[in-house]
C-alpha cells in the first residue's frame, strides 16, 4: 500500500486530505509540526509528503530540503501546500525538491491530479 504522510498544523485540512487519500487507496500518516514530520520520515520514509507552507515550528523549504536529504537515492515525491498563488515561494520549494503543489483549500480532484503525477513519475522509472 502508497504511503502518505501529512504535515500540516490545521486538524480540518489533515481530516480532509485523509479522507480523500484513503479513499484512493493510501495509508496515510499525520503531523502537526515539521519536527514531527521530520521525526516520522527519519523512521520510516512516506512515498508522498504533503508540506504545508506555513508551520508553526519550521520553515517549510528548509524542511523539505531535510526530507529529500534523508534518502537522497530515492527522495519522497513532496508537494508543497499553500494558501497563496505566490509563484517565487513556489519556485523556491521547487528548488528545494518539491515536485508539485496545491492550493488551499483544496478539493478530492485536485488531490487526485496531484497524485496521478506521482503515479505517472513511479510508472516512468
Known sequence: MRRCLVIDDSQVVRKVARRI??????LVGEAVTGAEGLA???????????????LPDADSIDLIS???SLNPEKPPFIIY?????????????????????MLKPFVRQQVLDCFRSFDELVEAS
Not at 523512521?43 to 509528503?49: N, V
Open 21 to 26: 487519500l484513503t479513499d484512493a487507496g493510501f
Open 40 to 54: 516520522i520520515c527519519s523512521q520510516e520514509m512516506p512515498e508522498i509528503i504533503i508540506v504545508d507552507s506555513l
Open 66 to 68: 531535510k526530507l529529500n
Open 81 to 101: 501546500c499553500t494558501h497563496e498563488l505566490k509563484v517565487a515561494q513556489i519556485m523556491r520549494a521547487k528548488r528545494a525538491g518539491a515536485k508539485g503543489h
